[in-house]
């Protein structure tokens, strides 16, 4: 059933990903490109029962870098970050999970991966019952 709802809010934002422009590829942008590719060809590292549904899904609060559903078909927002990341991503996935949970009514997983540890990030995770993955 929810997964019903990812493709409703997936089809009712086709139209919006035409009005945001693709990252522009400079050597940050190639990194976090092939960052990414690693990770969706390996959800399983990240968190088992993950299925992607979308990569690069611009919604209203922003563009979300994975949007999965778990193994419950709850909606999962990844946010990758290069390096260590900061606590910048936190408000970035809260933002996120807050839009999803209003137009589902489900209450949607966030998760963060990062490639290098990061323990301020780790509590600030922690506080907002945010995972973190540590990217190996």
């Not at 690693?38 to 899904?57: H, I, S, Y």
């Not at 839009?99 to 998760?111: A, L, W």
Request: overall charge negative; aromatic content about 6%; charged content about 30%.
């Amino acid at each position: 059933m929810l997964f019903g709802y990812l493709k409703n809010i997936d089809a009712a934002l086709d139209e919006d990903q035409a009005k945001y422009p693709k990252p522009i590829l400079d050597k940050k942008h190639l990194r976090e490109q092939h960052f990414e590719k690693e990770v969706v060809a390996n959800l399983q590292k990240v968190k088992p029962g993950l299925t992607l549904v979308r990569q690069q899904c611009v919604i209203p609060a922003g563009r979300i870098d994975v949007l999965c559903k778990d193994e419950y078909n709850r909606p999962a927002v990844l946010e990758l970050k290069i390096a260590a990341g900061d606590e910048s991503a936190v408000v970035q996935t809260r933002s996120y999970l807050q839009y999803i949970r209003q137009v589902t009514q489900i209450e949607p997983v966030g998760i963060i991966v990062i490639q290098e540890n990061n323990e301020s990030l780790q509590e600030k995770c922690d506080q907002y019952g945010i995972e973190l993955v540590v990217w190996k």
